[in-house]
């Protein structure tokens, strides 16, 4: 690499570059990538002819020196030549842009080919000069425009960066608000289509039936907004371990058969190997099953079948789920894994969905550092299928408890405490501390005859409670008009008489270490009003799903999330 001294020349305060834009004192730094040192020396008597900027310049022989250079000093415009002895044609231009592609680039070449021009400007350089034919006054002109289009084209991907972060950050917070009120309206609509609160007339059951199946529709789309605003912000935690692949996809196949039911399809689970673990998070590797699960059974004729397999493969185990639908469509199979892709309106309309359900999956799929694709054949069927890495002994990986070994001992303890009250008061008492009063009416509703609810608004309010009463489990939502529910989590032993299982229930998803210190955490719009009920009735003394507590059992606290 060659720089010469007393080409460091500098440009003079106030000087105006291309667009009218005030200069500072700072040189416009030229990185020169030109082999012949005739044509180098010629490019740089040129540009000292300049009377309005100066520039200081760097020349470099070889591509490799010019990108080594560009990583470590400033550069405000590449001149390059496209015959390199270590690069040649367009794949200079190419390398040159990936790695800097804010810094103005011109292309300099001995041939007059209009295809290469147009090529090269497609790779991204701001113009193209052919040697011999360019003067100073042309070669000056055109490096002025070249970093001015530069500027602009920043500016504008800024601009647009700025536009898309803003509406996904509007979407995010209208998502997020959403939560509390659908619960609420999908809970309460739950209740009156199971008749819990007496019989409804014919008529009107089949309109609650519509208002609550749109409701749940609606709160599928909500969560996918979510989760793919989590996965675009970097905030997607991920807990890796060793997930055992036949007891998982026979959990999957249970978990999932509400969706082969209201489809009509069957779920068959054929050849898994034996022992076979792969390295995965296992609630979303669930939500990538769920995803091909209810797409496989959506795509599928009535009284058909949806086969899944697994096998292993060098070090990855591959899973696959197969369906006998009508196959996706030629024109569309580029697009299966974009965002909001749908095949054609008619489908849209056809099949409920958000268009985001596989484009999460690839993002979760590749999280966890797997590969996902498919086959596909019309009239016939369509096979997606996922690659995950084997979990093996070396990866330093465990077996991920859902709870962890002291979360359970203090649930067992709690659950222990709260039996001696009910036994006491004769009805297990809850404490829900929730702002929204509308989604507390509807747990209270949901929970009559089972325990008794007392509603707090407040942290304030829940910790006066808490000293003048005993209850029998703890209700909470994170976000309230005073504080951070986590907040009152830490000061629950000196607040109530004796342990007290706590059940988090709220908008977002709460971290691993949250999780483990709690008894169980749902996230609102994920879970239904029957499911919430379940798992809090699960923690209560003297009620049928309550039982014996096993201590060796984990507690799977979050059902998998519903698909799009």
Not at 93 to 118: F, K, N, P, Q, S
Request: aromatic share 4%.
């Amino acid at each position: 690499m060659t720089v010469e001294a007393d080409e460091r020349l500098t440009v003079h305060q106030g000087q105006v570059a291309a667009g009218g834009e005030q200069m500072t004192s700072l040189p416009v730094q030229v990185l020169i990538i030109e082999d012949n040192h005739g044509d180098a020396r010629l490019l740089q008597e040129m540009l000292k002819e300049s009377s309005s900027l100066k520039y200081q310049v760097t020349r470099c022989s070889t591509l490799a020196d010019a990108l080594t250079h560009l990583t470590k000093t400033t550069v405000n415009i590449v001149l390059l030549d496209l015959g390199l002895p270590d690069a040649e044609g367009l794949d200079a231009v190419r390398r040159v842009h990936e790695l800097a592609d804010r810094i103005a680039l011109i292309v300099l070449t001995g041939h007059d080919d209009e295809t290469m021009a147009t090529q090269a400007l497609t790779e991204g350089a701001q113009d193209y000069l052919i040697k011999g034919k360019i003067g100073a006054h042309g070669l000056l002109r055109a490096i002025r425009y070249a970093i001015e289009r530069q500027r602009m084209q920043v500016e504008t991907d800024q601009a647009r960066r700025l536009q898309l972060q803003r509406r996904d950050e509007f979407i995010s917070t209208v998502s997020h608000e959403l939560r509390t009120p659908l619960t609420s309206i999908r809970g309460a609509l739950g209740l009156i289509n199971a008749e819990a609160l007496g019989k409804l007339p014919k008529k009107v059951k089949a309109l609650v039936r519509i208002a609550y199946q749109n409701s749940e529709r609606l709160v599928r789309i909500i969560n996918d907004i979510l989760d793919m605003e989590k996965i675009n912000s970097g905030g997607l935690e991920m807990r890796i371990g060793a997930v055992a692949v036949t007891e998982f996809l026979q959990e999957a196949l249970a978990v999932n058969h509400a969706y082969g039911v209201k489809y009509q399809v069957g779920f068959v689970l054929e050849t898994t190997p034996t022992g076979a673990q792969v390295a995965a998070d296992p609630d979303r590797l669930m939500q990538v099953m769920a995803n091909l699960l209810s797409n496989a059974a959506k795509f599928s004729a009535p009284g058909s079948t949806v086969r899944v397999r697994a096998s292993e493969r060098d070090m990855l185990v591959r899973i696959e789920v197969e369906d006998h639908g009508t196959g996706i469509p030629e024109a569309f199979r580029e697009r299966v894994f974009e965002k909001f892709a749908q095949a054609d309106s008619s489908t849209s309309r056809r099949f409920e969905g958000t268009g985001l359900g596989l484009s999460i999956t690839r993002r979760l799929v590749e999280a966890m550092e797997g590969t996902i694709g498919f086959t596909t054949m019309t009239d016939q069927g369509t096979t997606f299928y996922f690659e995950l890495p084997r979990a093996v002994d070396t990866m330093q990986l465990r077996t991920v408890a859902v709870q962890s070994d002291t979360a359970r001992y203090r649930t067992l303890v709690a659950a222990k405490d709260s039996a001696a009250l009910a036994a006491q008061t004769g009805v297990a008492r809850i404490l829900h501390v929730e702002d929204d009063s509308d989604l507390s009416q509807v747990i209270e509703a949901a929970l009559a005859g089972s325990a008794t609810v007392v509603a707090a608004r407040t942290l304030r309010e829940a910790e006066i409670l808490l000293r003048e009463g005993s209850f029998s489990l703890l209700l909470l939502d994170l976000a309230l008009p005073d504080g951070n529910g986590l907040d009152l989590l830490d000061r629950l032993p000196s607040l109530h008489a004796g342990p007290l299982p706590v059940v988090i229930l709220s908008v977002s998803d709460v971290t691993y270490d949250v999780q483990e210190r709690v008894a169980a955490a749902l996230v609102k719009s994920r879970v239904s009003e029957e499911n919430i009920v379940k798992t809090v009735l699960s923690f209560l003394p003297g009620t049928a799903m309550n039982g014996t507590f096993d201590n060796s059992a984990p507690i799977r606290r979050q059902p998998p999330p519903l698909p799009g």
